[in-house]
């Protein structure tokens, strides 16, 4: 099945230090999501992004939705040890008058404290 | 916020016997929910769309009478993984469109991991 590139793919943290993930695609898309899982639980919203260029902060967390509308970015400023889980993009597909969202690869975080 | 179940949250099986998994919308109607598929360290893959009233619509590569979906009613998707083998053992999610708030924001059900012996 298709998926969007993220990366990086995993990486490993100083408590309080900042953290940039990205998520790529050939294709165009409408809306960006981005998630975070944690074990053995369903991923839960982060944010929300639904305009190219658009900017949005959650707290400690900021996203911003690609000019091309190819890409987006996640930051998380001044880490801290829940901050620990995967990390996915997704984008919205509306292909036929109905939709459907295309998960990225994901980003496991680790915070060392 | 909306919240979505999912029921067994774990269950065993022996190869060859068939095994329901549901999805149900506490607090809203769904006319639409989505089941997705998850390997261990892996992304989340779309398997098929649950339509309410209608059948459901299947991604590329998965079998329809291997992974029967049924939309029984705003509240419920049931997936049946039917004569399940070992490689079906994986995560299985399910997700309903937000209600009434932000555009695009799905909820997710807490998942069910299945094992097929």
């Known amino acids: 099945g298709q998926q969007l590139n993220q990366s990086p793919q995993s990486m490993f943290i100083q408590e309080g230090e900042d953290v940039s993930m990205n998520c790529t695609s050939s294709s165009i898309f409408n809306t960006w999501l981005w998630y975070k899982q944690e074990p053995g639980e369903g991923p839960v919203l982060l944010i929300a992004l639904y305009k190219a260029g658009e900017l949005t902060s959650n707290g400690r967390l900021t996203a911003q939705f690609g000019i091309t509308r190819k890409d987006s970015f996640l930051n998380i400023s001044a880490s801290i040890p829940s901050d620990v889980g995967i990390y996915f993009c997704a984008g919205k597909r509306t292909p036929s008058g109905t939709y459907k969202y295309i998960f990225g690869t994901g980003t496991r975080l680790k915070v060392l404290a | ?117």
């Open chain 2, 1 to 117: 916020g909306a919240v979505v179940s999912q029921h067994p949250s774990r269950v065993i099986c022996k190869s060859g016997t068939s095994v329901k998994i549901e999805c149900r919308s506490l607090d809203f109607q769904a006319t639409t929910m989505f089941w997705y598929r998850q390997f261990p360290k892996k992304s989340l893959m779309l398997m098929a769309t649950s339509n309410e009233g209608s059948k459901a619509t299947y991604e590329q590569g998965v079998e329809k009478d291997k992974f029967l979906i049924n939309h029984a009613s705003l509240t419920l998707s049931t997936l049946t993984v039917t004569s399940a083998h070992p490689e079906d053992s994986s995560f299985y999610i399910c997700s309903a469109p937000n209600p009434g708030g932000l555009t695009d924001t799905q909820y997710f059900g807490p998942g069910t991991r299945l094992t097929v012996l």
